[in-house]
């Protein structure tokens, strides 16, 4: 059985949906850093934090959705 480690590269390979949601959540959490090196926020810099991290989970639930739909289909083949 492959590891998460072993399907991300995998699924970096195959599919360009994983790719782009990985750059995007990379993305997102480059905005997130440079956000919270400020001190204070004002409450539409607050917003946007919140925003950001709503985005950045729903991008890294997607891509585990992902590893797991790779998961099953890898132990259906086995199965064969």
């Known amino acids: ?3 998460d480690n072993r399907i991300m590269e995998l699924l970096r390979q ?9 750059e995007s959540h990379h993305r997102l959490d480059a905005e997130l850093s440079e956000l919270q ?8 810099e607050e917003m946007v934090k919140k925003q950001i991290q709503k985005e950045k989970l ?3 639930d997607k ?5 797991r ?5 890898e132990g259906r083949a086995a199965a064969r």
């Open 1 to 3: 059985m492959l590891n």
């Open 14 to 22: 195959a599919s360009m949906e994983f790719r782009e949601l990985e």
């Open 37 to 44: 090196k400020r001190h204070v926020l004002t409450p539409q």
């Open 58 to 60: 729903a991008k890294k």
């Open 63 to 67: 891509m585990a959705e992902l590893i």
């Open 69 to 73: 739909l790779y998961r099953e289909n």
